[in-house]
Structures are given as structure tokens and as C-alpha cells.
């Protein structure tokens, strides 16, 4: 299921506009039978039967960060960092994602960084952020700027850096066809977009040329 602790589960209201109702469960299911049928499959054979209740009960975690609020996730700080003042990164942060035009995965690494003004926050709340806007529907233009306004208007750092590199499933097991091309998406703020130096330098830590 979710890799979030319960405690961090909050709902959020902005997802459907108010006039519609998220279907149940029942009618997701039945709309995955239909997608069998469409393509011409049997949905009642064996293999088949159970399939659109595993399909709702995978989406739920596939999907899972619409149940959780970024910045709660970021909420708890510490101040007593002895006045540090360097680059915090976490690096090579795995996740899955989709494509919101064709429902492929997106599968890559999310660099994030950021420099703190007064204090500092759990490393692994950066993995849950890149989690909580990367299990939704996507494109990697917005999930990158997403994941660095969070941590900017809840840390308040001197700036963050987030790069993310990914292959599309959508261009490489259709259309297409490109295997093994990576796209590469940048958000740079505070600091890391004002000073080149410090640019330079968190380039230098993810092993790329800034």
C-alpha cells in the first residue's frame, strides 16, 4: 500500500471539481471489465475473472499521492542544525509515475536539493514529497516544478535545486518506439538559480555538468 505513515494522510479537496463524485469502486471495476471486453478479451475466464479488482486495488497505490498533502508532509523541522550552512541532497531518488496523456509509466530519479536558511527537515520527508506528486497523473515538466515549490514555500530555504531524469513509457513501448532515451527536466530557485557557482556545485554532487 501507501508508503506514507497514516498520520500523513490527508485528502485533498482541489482534485475533483465539485460537481462530479468519484465513482465507487464497483463502477471502477466495471469500467476496467469494459477496457477487457474492448480489446476483445473475455473478462469471465479464468485468468480475467479477478482482474478489475486487482486492477482498482493496484491504482490505489499506483495513485496513492492524492491522499497526501506535500506540505504536511514537510511540516516538521529541526532548528538545531549547529549553523550549518551547505547543500542538503538527496540523491537518486527512485519513482514511478504516469503519463496523463496515455496512462504509461513514467519511470526515473529525482535529484533534490535544497539550502537551508535556519533549519532542516527529515531526509526521507524529500522522498515522500517526490512520491506524493509523482503518484498522480503527470507530466515531468510539472511533477519537477511541483516537488521544488513545496520545499520552498514550506522550508523557506536560501534556494532549492531539483532535477529529475526519466524514460517515458509512453514514446518507448508506443508510438514511437525510442528505447532508451531519458528526458531531463530542471527547477532552480533561490540561490541555485541566482548564483552559478552553486549551481555549479550541485551539478558537480549529481555527477552532471551544470
Known amino acids: 500500500m501507501s508508503p506514507y505513515d497514516n498520520a500523513l494522510a490527508k485528502p485533498q479537496s482541489n482534485v475533483l471539481p465539485a460537481a462530479h ?53 514537510l511540516a516538521r523541522t529541526f532548528e538545531e542544525v549547529e549553523a550549518y550552512d551547505e547543500i542538503v541532497l538527496l540523491k537518486g531518488v527512485r519513482f514511478e509515475s504516469f503519463c496523463e496523456h496515455h496512462m504509461l509509466p513514467i519511470i526515473g530519479t529525482a535529484h533534490v536539493a535544497y539550502f537551508p536558511r535556519d533549519r532542516v527537515v527529515g531526509i ?5 514529497v ?6 498522480r497523473m503527470q507530466i515531468q515538466e510539472r511533477l519537477t516544478a511541483q516537488i521544488a515549490n513545496a520545499i520552498q514555500d514550506v522550508l523557506d530555504p536560501v534556494g532549492v535545486a531539483v532535477v529529475i531524469e526519466s524514460e517515458h513509457h509512453c514514446m518507448s513501448t508506443r508510438g514511437v518506439h525510442k528505447h532508451d532515451v531519458g528526458m531531463v527536466t530542471t527547477r532552480m530557485l533561490g540561490c541555485f538559480k541566482d548564483d552559478a557557482e552553486r549551481r555549479r556545485e550541485f551539478f558537480q554532487l549529481i555527477g552532471h555538468r551544470g
Open 124 to 128: 526521507s520527508k524529500l522522498a515522500r
Open 21 to 73: 463524485r468519484k465513482p465507487t469502486r464497483e463502477q471502477a471495476e466495471r469500467a476496467v471489465r469494459t477496457l477487457i471486453e474492448w480489446i476483445g478479451e473475455d473478462p469471465d475466464r479464468e485468468g480475467l475473472a479477478d482482474t478489475p479488482a486487482r486492477v482498482v486495488r493496484s491504482y490505489e497505490e499506483l495513485f496513492g499521492g492524492y491522499l497526501y498533502d506535500p506540505a504536511d508532509i
Open 130 to 135: 517526490v512520491d506524493a506528486y509523482a503518484r
